[in-house]
């Protein structure tokens, strides 16, 4: 980093010069600056939406980019994904207390049997990061404790990771619990993990399989506009 980096101060740039520069800072994972440069932003009278998309959400675009092109490896996108929920930390709230749109809402968690989440915990950041309001119910979910999330928290779309090839075979008894229920087609079902192939996806009754974080959130984004299309074609029917 030259001298001139080192000297930047962040309330002496414009708002287009301080969003830009939060974008690269979240490239770099620099959370400090990140959470500096919210709260100028939300100093100077920005929307928390405003900040979240075109300050946060576009600067984790980029880093979402260059890690499906193998520009970045999974220890610098965890790097850029804690920076972008530090200025998370501060948005959160504002958030939840205004009418702003959401992208959609995930709840994601490890099927039963598997311990592995560094893949799950990835995913869940990088959706984070491009505005969907993800629940994360954690490792060994069996299937009832995915009905109960999905109950309490009604997001629009279920993750289900797995690393180990004998508990891939679970994901088809969470897809079939929701059939029985009536249920299976109130959610989107996405599905992931190291061992995993559209095949088996399929096999399973998941909607679609998702082979990495960025893909995951590519995917998400065409479901959620397809769904949303779909409901306003209704509307205007």
Request: hydrophobic content about 50%; charged content about 25%; aromatic content about 6%.
């Amino acid at each position: 980093m030259s001298d001139d980096e080192d000297d930047i101060v962040l309330s002496k740039l414009d708002d287009a010069q301080l969003v830009l520069q939060m974008h690269d800072d979240i490239y770099d994972g620099l959370g400090d600056e990140i959470i500096e440069g919210t709260q100028i932003l939300l100093q100077r009278g920005w929307t928390p939406f405003d900040v979240l998309t075109k300050a946060l959400v576009e600067g984790m675009g980029v880093v979402g980019v260059d890690f499906r092109d193998g520009i970045l490896f999974v220890p610098e996108v965890l790097q850029s994904a804690n920076a972008m929920k530090a200025g998370m930390s501060i948005l959160r709230p504002l958030l939840a207390a205004s009418d702003a749109p959401r992208m959609g809402k995930m709840v994601i968690g490890t099927v039963k049997g598997d311990i592995h989440d560094i893949g799950k915990n990835l995913v869940g950041m990088m959706m984070e990061g491009a505005g969907f309001e993800v629940v994360d119910i954690g490792i060994n979910i069996d299937a009832e404790a995915y009905l109960a999330a999905l109950e309490e928290h009604k997001p629009d779309i279920l993750g289900m990771s797995a690393l180990l090839t004998t508990t891939m075979p679970y994901m088809k008894v969470v897809i079939d619990s929701l059939k029985t229920k009536g249920i299976r087609h109130d959610y989107i079902v996405l599905v992931g993990g190291a061992p995993l192939s559209e095949e088996f996806a399929l096999s399973v009754g998941a909607d679609a399989y998702c082979r990495d974080a960025a893909i995951a959130v590519d995917i998400a984004k065409s479901f959620m506009a397809r769904q949303q299309g779909a409901a306003i074609a209704v509307l205007d029917a």
